[in-house]
């Protein structure tokens, strides 16, 4: 039944097929469901979404949302774990908002993988039964007219058009070379969490900047949610998985390992009980350096060329760098670097989506907790 319902909703594209496609989605999904059969709903429209989850609210039931812009991997099923351990039914949102890329940004060649994506989703809700806790209700995948209903989505500065901006913190890290980027992850989420408006929200540990500004964001406009973090999952050799790590072949997916290595013998300086900002840093920019230099040494069709945008060491709530740790308070060690396009590939050679001619960006960050 799951799949068959959204096999009809891939072949409808065209605006008449869209409100097709809200009746389907408006039907209850299995009105005769057991615990084991039972798939979730798909909505694109705000209305029937909110009749839903009133619905839901006077059954009693608690909704935890889980935003995303889809590309689903193992990170983004953690978020929608434990958002089931916590609620009795879970909302995944599913898109790519364009005001948060900027004019020259990836928005374009952004991963979009439905089919797969809703795969996962209804497989993770099978191992949810299981479990006896909440289940995965509804997804929510709505157009941009959707989002953006009056004036079109506008991704320049300043833009036109209604935005949030959570300044200063949206300005520092990512924000730099970002500019409209926090602005439009603001935005997006303001206008998720009135649409779902859910008890609790669930953002990854790993795009931390975006964690502190959502918690800043909905304390300031007292949004009645509550933000919830969850670890950063990894592949074996530490690098953080991402939707973007399918545009790394075998080569550039080698390297893009050297920023979680970066960022772990910094930690590892934090926790022998440095302070000082050169004396942590340094162990960062040694293993980026070293890697840099490894690889400028190899021929352009063995190496792997990456830009160090920023290694970061900043207050865990004001995002300030810090020159000094204040181990009562803790910090946030964070990086991010630029993967280049390969120079000149071999024969054979794996290579990622894209033919790795596109340059990726990836972050990380680690917490450094509060020591005695
Ligand atoms: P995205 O689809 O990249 O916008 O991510 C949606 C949510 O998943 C955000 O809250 C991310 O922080 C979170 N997320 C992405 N990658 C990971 C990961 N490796 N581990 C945990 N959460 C993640």
């Not at 958002?83 to 952004?110: C, H, K, M, W």
């Not at 795969?119 to 941009?144: C, Y």
């Not at 970002?178 to 303001?190: D, I, L, N, S, Y």
């Not at 609790?200 to 500004?213: E, I, L, S």
């Amino acid at each position: 039944m799951a799949s068959k319902r959204i096999a009809q909703l891939d072949v409808l594209s065209s605006a008449t097929a869209l409100s097709t496609r809200a009746k389907i989605l408006l039907s209850p999904c299995l009105s005769h469901s057991t615990p084991h059969s039972r798939t979730f709903h798909v909505f694109r429209e705000v209305a029937p979404l909110r009749k839903h989850r009133r619905e839901l609210l006077l059954k009693g039931e608690t909704v935890g949302l889980v935003p995303t812009m889809g590309a689903l991997h193992a990170g983004h099923l953690s978020l929608a774990r434990q958002a089931a351990a916590e609620n009795s039914r879970v909302f995944v949102s599913i898109y790519v908002n364009p005001t948060q890329f900027g004019v020259n940004e990836d928005l374009d060649s952004y991963p979009k993988t439905w089919d797969a994506d809703t795969h996962m989703l209804g497989d993770l809700d099978k191992e949810l039964a299981m479990d006896g806790k909440g289940r995965i209700e509804a997804v929510f995948a709505p157009t941009s007219k959707v989002m953006y209903p009056t004036l079109p989505p506008d991704s320049t500065l300043p833009g036109k058009g209604s935005f949030v901006t959570i300044t200063p913190l949206g300005d520092v890290l990512e924000g730099r070379t970002r500019p409209v980027f926090m602005r439009g992850v603001a935005t997006v989420c303001t206008k998720l969490f009135n649409i779902v408006e859910a008890e609790q929200v669930y953002f990854g540990q790993k795009d931390v900047q975006q964690t502190v500004v959502i918690k800043r964001m909905v304390q300031d406009f007292h949004i009645n949610t509550k933000v919830r973090i969850v670890p950063t999952e990894r592949e074996p050799d530490g690098l953080a998985m991402s939707s973007r790590n399918g545009y790394l072949g075998e080569r550039r997916r080698k390297i893009g390992v050297v920023l979680s290595q970066a960022l772990r013998a910094a930690e590892a300086a934090y926790r022998m009980g440095k302070r000082g900002r050169d004396d942590i840093l340094a162990l960062a920019w040694h293993v980026t350096n070293r890697m840099g230099m490894e690889q400028d040494a190899l021929s352009e069709t063995e190496r792997a060329r990456f830009e160090v945008d920023y290694i970061s060491l900043a207050d865990p709530e004001t995002l300030d760098e810090l020159e000094e740790v204040d181990a009562s308070k803790g910090a946030i060690l964070s990086g991010a670097i630029k993967m280049l396009p390969l120079e000149a590939t071999r024969d054979g050679e794996k290579l990622g989506r894209g033919n790795d001619e596109v340059p990726v960006r990836l972050i990380d960050n680690i917490i450094l907790g509060p020591q005695k």
